[in-house]
C-alpha cells in the first residue's frame, strides 16, 4: 500500500469513527428519558435504572453499525434495556431476611393517598402473569403501538392485542377485588 493509499485509508476510518459517534449521540439525547423512564418502571430503583441505561446505551454502541433502519432505534433500545435487565436477575444472588425479626413501623412511610394508589396499580401489574404484564408495560410507560410491541416480543400484533386486552381485564379484576376488599375491613 502506497503512503497515498494508507492516508486515504486512515481518513476513511476516522470519517466512519466520527460518522458513529453523531448517531451514537443522536440515540442518546432522543432516546435516554424514555428508556430511564422505562428502566425505573421494572426496577424501582434510581441507581439501579440508570445503570441499566448505561450499560444499554454501551451495548448499543459496541451494535450500532448493525442498527440499518433508524426507524427502529427505540424498540431497538428497550429490546437491549429488556436483556440487559434479564441479565441483573441471572448474575444477581439474593439475600433472604427472616421478616419476622423486622418492626413493620420502620417499613412504612407517611405517603399521599395517590402514591399509595399508584403503588397498588403498579404491584397489580408486577403480579401479572409476564406474558401479559411485559406488553402492557411497553405499551402504557413506554409508549409502543401494538406491532413495535409485536416486533420486540416476536409475537403476532393479534396476540399482542389479546395479551393488552386481557391484561387490563385482570388489572381491572385485581383492583376490583382490593377495592372490595379495603371497603369490608373499613366498614
Not at 409502543?144 to 393488552?164: C, P, Q, Y
Request: proline fraction near 2%.
Amino acid at each position: 500500500m502506497t503512503l497515498f493509499g494508507k492516508k486515504n485509508a486512515n481518513a476513511s476510518v476516522l470519517s466512519n469513527m466520527a460518522d458513529k459517534q453523531k448517531r451514537y449521540e443522536a440515540l442518546v439525547k432522543a432516546y435516554h428519558t424514555e428508556l430511564y423512564r422505562y428502566a425505573y418502571w421494572l426496577c424501582h430503583d434510581p441507581t439501579i435504572a440508570e445503570d441499566l441505561v448505561q450499560e444499554a446505551f454501551l451495548r448499543a454502541w459496541k451494535a450500532l453499525d448493525s442498527l440499518k433502519e433508524e426507524g427502529a432505534a427505540k424498540s431497538w433500545l428497550i429490546t437491549i434495556l429488556r436483556r440487559e435487565n434479564a441479565r441483573r436477575f441471572e448474575r444477581k444472588q439474593f439475600n433472604y431476611v427472616d421478616m419476622e425479626h423486622q418492626p413493620l413501623e420502620d417499613c412504612i412511610s407517611a405517603t399521599t393517598e395517590e402514591q399509595i394508589e399508584q403503588q397498588l396499580i403498579r404491584k397489580q401489574i408486577m403480579q401479572l402473569p409476564e406474558e401479559y404484564r411485559e406488553p402492557l408495560v411497553l405499551q402504557v410507560v413506554a409508549g409502543f403501538s401494538g406491532d413495535e410491541i409485536a416486533d420486540m416480543l416476536s409475537l403476532n400484533k393479534n396476540t399482542v392485542m389479546t395479551r393488552l386486552f386481557r391484561a387490563r381485564n385482570q388489572l381491572k379484576e385485581a383492583l376490583e377485588v382490593n377495592k372490595e376488599l379495603k371497603g369490608q375491613s373499613n366498614g
